[in-house]
């Protein structure tokens, strides 16, 4: 029996794929699914969605080699450098594609001997100025690749900044790469824009493929963004401990908890050692037997404590959600991130691995 667990909802996954397929007029789709499928699971992830889209994008290496051992053939995009020239080559002979950044990376990938082609997409830098080539830099990288035996172009693409905040920024963007595409002879690559808040507004018609990451996972690219998508995760842990407190009782570590009634105070197994916010002590809530509780008191490594005072009959190693619906009542990792000043995709990203995630329906 696990104290804590996360549960991925196969349904809601395919839902947001299909929504998604709905509104990409034709496009193919590259599912995002970095940073351990922004913290839902790559290879359950993976293994769910592998014949509903058409590719993948992993942030490096290791992400990469360890889809492409459950996908044979399925397109594999990496995000990050690979700079050592035996993972380049173990990448091409996977048929894993790179993602280049740069003037220097694309030098270096040029002068790298191996039997197998390597797959490159060139990132435009269309004003995120985070990585990319510069348009004035596209003549020199087309010559890069040409000269090379062993580059193969297969996409070019680029990023937005501001989306959904600000579409102006985000139309001169789409008006720079534009202009770079009209440089780019061979327009059978894969051309791609458009990440989830793009995705469904159809701002680049000249692209065939998307790049949906968060929302794939039914959350909102922004707090105030709407999309007909659901939610994947739900993390959910055990009481492990119940205890009686009189009034004026400290609760956990500073005691920054102090009770004003006689109190009943459960223990979950779980904290910011799996990935658990530790801001969010004394500001969020979990859900029992449906009915929201708050946590009181600092969060720690591995516990978490909730006032559960006001629900009756609560039973030990019983079953708390602290994201997910549970009745009527819904935590969502949006709601978290507010709370705990930060967006959506760290509340997700960061629950670690060791947390076991279990596919239901």
């Given amino acids: 029996m696990s104290l804590t667990w996360i549960e991925i909802s196969k349904s809601a996954l395919l839902h947001n794929i299909a929504y998604f397929r709905s509104r990409s007029k034709g496009k193919k789709i590259i599912a995002m699914v970095k940073s351990n499928a922004y913290g839902h699971g790559l290879l359950k992830v993976a293994s769910l969605i592998k014949d509903e889209v058409d590719a993948f994008a992993v942030a490096d290496f290791q992400e990469s080699m360890k889809l492409r051992s459950l996908l044979k053939q399925k397109p594999v995009f990496i995000l990050l450098p690979v700079i050592e020239e035996q993972e380049v080559k ?27 082609k390597i797959k490159i997409h060139l990132e435009i830098n269309s004003g995120i100025n985070r990585t990319g080539i510069r348009p004035d830099e596209l003549t020199k990288a ?8 062993t580059i193969e172009l297969e996409g070019i693409f680029s990023h937005f900044a501001t989306l959904p905040a600000n579409l102006n920024v985000a139309k ?25 808040a793009a995705a469904s507004m159809n701002l680049l018609p000249e692209a065939n493929a998307i790049r949906p ?10 707090p105030d963004y709407k999309l007909d998508i659901k939610p994947v995760l739900s993390l959910m842990s055990r009481i492990i401990d119940i205890h009686f407190l009189d009034i004026g009782e ?12 006689p109190s009943i105070i459960a223990t979950l ?35 978490i404590l909730i006032d559960i005072t006001d629900v009756p009959d609560v039973k030990l190693y019983e079953t ?10 819904e935590i969502t990792a949006t ?26 329906e």
């Fill in 142 to 149: 087309m010559e890069i690749i040409e000269k090379s035996q």
């Fill in 172 to 196: 001169k963007q789409i008006q720079t790469f534009r202009d770079v595409l009209k440089q780019v002879k061979d327009k059978n690559i894969w051309i791609h824009m458009e990440n989830s």
């Fill in 90 to 116: 173990e990448v091409a002979k996977s048929k894993v594609s790179l993602f280049v950044g740069n003037l220097q990376y694309l030098k270096f990938l040029s002068k790298i001997n191996t039997n197998n």
């Fill in 320 to 329: 708390v959600t602290l994201i997910g619906k549970e009745g009527e009542e």
């Fill in 250 to 261: 400290g609760i956990s570590y500073d005691h920054t908890f102090i009770t004003r009634r």
């Fill in 269 to 303: 197994g779980i904290g910011y050692g799996d990935g658990y916010m530790r801001n969010l002590s004394n500001r969020a809530w979990v859900i029992i037997k449906g009915k929201k509780v708050p946590i009181v008191g600092r969060i720690c490594m591995n516990h």
């Fill in 335 to 360: 709601e978290l991130a507010i709370k705990s000043g930060t967006i959506n995709y760290e509340i997700t990203t960061k629950l670690l691995p060791h947390i076991e995630r279990i596919v239901v």
């Fill in 213 to 222: 990451g968060i929302s794939l996972y039914g959350l909102p690219p922004s």
